[in-house]
């Protein structure tokens, strides 16, 4: 259904961004990759899908290496038809114990990079008459929680920049959602676990148990397989005017 596409995914590494640029891959789109430490490991997965990848190191807290990644990829495909804005850290602090430099960092990775990346997207895109920008924003795009002040304002500022781009290119073949996962066993949650076992002196079983119950009903975490099937859908042309959609896949948590 992709082929003959081209995906750029920030954070694709690990987790999240990992599951939707090999699901995005089996639909054969050709895929950028992003994100820090071992790359070479996501290439040869996604190499073995039979399609094309390239990776770009890019810092995604600096403009500057942003619009390297984005000119790189269209020297290299020609242009990016799907842009993925997953790229995204947590800090866990009370607002006034919350350090000054991670509020900053926050916010540059998990909001203002989508906003550069997005920028720079657009015009191709548009001249193509065909785009697909998802932003992976968080459950934390539509609800708060407590000790997470920057994640959640950056995921509301995702969800806000999601509806403003959707409107600007509605009447065009270019369309922008969010994905809102709950809970995903990721690099980032798992520090969370161990954050809370070490805390209260559990095992991971049961700090992780803890972490469910506290706020996602099904008791189970939602997967990157799952988060890449819902993006494959949003660019296939059943999602061509699902436009400013916020769409959360969280274990029934926002239902509460
Ligand atoms: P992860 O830690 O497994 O992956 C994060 C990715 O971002 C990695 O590839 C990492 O190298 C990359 N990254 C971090 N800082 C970067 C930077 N400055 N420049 C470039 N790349 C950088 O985390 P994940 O859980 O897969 O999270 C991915 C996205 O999903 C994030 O935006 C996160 O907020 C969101 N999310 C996660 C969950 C969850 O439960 N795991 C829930 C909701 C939303």
Redesign the pocket.
């Given at each position: 259904m992709l082929k003959n596409k081209t995906a750029l995914v920030?954070?694709?590494?690990?987790?999240?961004?990992l599951g939707i640029a090999k699901a995005l891959a089996r639909q054969g789109a050709n895929i950028v990759l992003?994100?820090?430490?071992d790359a070479e490991g996501p290439q040869a997965e996604i190499a073995a899908l039979g399609v094309q990848v390239a990776y770009h190191g890019?810092?995604?807290?600096k403009p500057s290496e942003i619009e390297a990644m984005m000119a790189s990829a269209a020297e290299r495909f020609g242009r990016v038809d799907i842009l993925v804005n997953?790229?995204?850290?947590?800090h866990v602090a009370k607002v006034e114990d919350f350090p000054v430099e991670r509020w900053d960092a926050i916010i540059a990775?998990?909001l203002s990079s989508a906003f550069h990346a997005t920028r720079l997207a657009l015009p191709a895109m548009k001249a193509a008459n065909w785009g697909r920008i998802i932003n992976?924003a968080?459950?934390h795009g539509l609800v708060g929680s407590a000790e997470k002040s920057a994640y959640v304002a950056a995921k509301h500022g995702v969800v806000g920049l999601t509806k403003v781009t959707a409107l600007e290119n509605a009447t065009t073949g270019v369309t922008c959602n969010a994905i809102c996962?709950?809970?995903?066993l990721?690099?980032?949650?798992q520090k969370q676990v161990d954050a809370k076992a070490a805390a209260l002196g559990l095992s991971n079983e049961e700090a992780t148990k803890l972490l469910l119950g506290e706020k996602e009903p099904s008791m189970q975490f939602t997967t990157p397989d799952e988060l890449g099937e819902l993006a494959v859908f949003l660019c296939s042309p059943a999602g061509a005017n699902v436009r400013g959609v916020a769409w959360n896949m969280d274990g029934g948590w926002a239902a509460q």
């Amino acid at each position: 259904m992709l082929k003959n596409k081209t995906a750029l995914v920030t954070g694709s590494t690990s987790g999240i961004g990992l599951g939707i640029a090999k699901a995005l891959a089996r639909q054969g789109a050709n895929i950028v990759l992003n994100g820090f430490g071992d790359a070479e490991g996501p290439q040869a997965e996604i190499a073995a899908l039979g399609v094309q990848v390239a990776y770009h190191g890019a810092d995604m807290s600096k403009p500057s290496e942003i619009e390297a990644m984005m000119a790189s990829a269209a020297e290299r495909f020609g242009r990016v038809d799907i842009l993925v804005n997953n790229a995204g850290i947590q800090h866990v602090a009370k607002v006034e114990d919350f350090p000054v430099e991670r509020w900053d960092a926050i916010i540059a990775i998990n909001l203002s990079s989508a906003f550069h990346a997005t920028r720079l997207a657009l015009p191709a895109m548009k001249a193509a008459n065909w785009g697909r920008i998802i932003n992976v924003a968080s459950v934390h795009g539509l609800v708060g929680s407590a000790e997470k002040s920057a994640y959640v304002a950056a995921k509301h500022g995702v969800v806000g920049l999601t509806k403003v781009t959707a409107l600007e290119n509605a009447t065009t073949g270019v369309t922008c959602n969010a994905i809102c996962p709950g809970w995903v066993l990721t690099p980032l949650v798992q520090k969370q676990v161990d954050a809370k076992a070490a805390a209260l002196g559990l095992s991971n079983e049961e700090a992780t148990k803890l972490l469910l119950g506290e706020k996602e009903p099904s008791m189970q975490f939602t997967t990157p397989d799952e988060l890449g099937e819902l993006a494959v859908f949003l660019c296939s042309p059943a999602g061509a005017n699902v436009r400013g959609v916020a769409w959360n896949m969280d274990g029934g948590w926002a239902a509460q």
